[in-house]
């Protein structure tokens, strides 16, 4: 299976900036979408932004122009630089993917969530 870990979060004032990394590991696999979502306490969760394997992005409309979505292939690893926050930007932000897992004798298609990491922002 196909683990992400969500990183990154914390507590900042308003205006400042951070960056979630979301590392996906595990067998062999490879991946298609990835996107980030958050969820504030009493809220439903909400899409905040995906890229495509084509480097494709797109951003809910609270966010855009202050948060960039990025990806290392490499690395197996999305970003989200975070910047000019303000308290309503307070959330878990959690990370998804979906792609091909490849077994020893077959192949399958999969769809992962991380745990999460806090984002805080104060005043």
């Known amino acids: 299976q196909v683990q992400l870990v969500e990183s990154g979060g914390g507590l900042v004032q308003t205006g400042g900036s951070l960056r979630l990394s979301c590392a996906a590991s595990?067998?062999?696999?490879?991946?298609?979408?990835m996107g980030w979502y958050r969820q504030a306490p009493g809220k439903q969760r909400e899409l905040v932004a995906t890229?495509?394997?084509?480097?494709?992005?797109n951003y809910a409309d609270s966010v855009k122009g202050r948060f960039t979505i990025s990806r290392d292939n490499a690395k197996n690893t999305v970003y989200l630089q975070m910047n000019r926050l303000k308290p309503e930007d307070t959330a878990v932000y959690y990370c998804?993917?979906?792609?091909?897992?490849?077994?020893?004798?077959?192949?399958?298609?999969?769809?992962?969530w991380g745990q999460g990491t806090q984002v805080t922002v104060s005043s």
């Open positions: 998804n993917a979906d792609g091909r897992l490849y077994h020893s004798d077959y192949s399958e298609d999969f769809g992962s």
């Open positions: 595990g067998s062999i696999f490879r991946i298609n979408a």
């Open positions: 890229i495509t394997s084509g480097g494709s992005t």
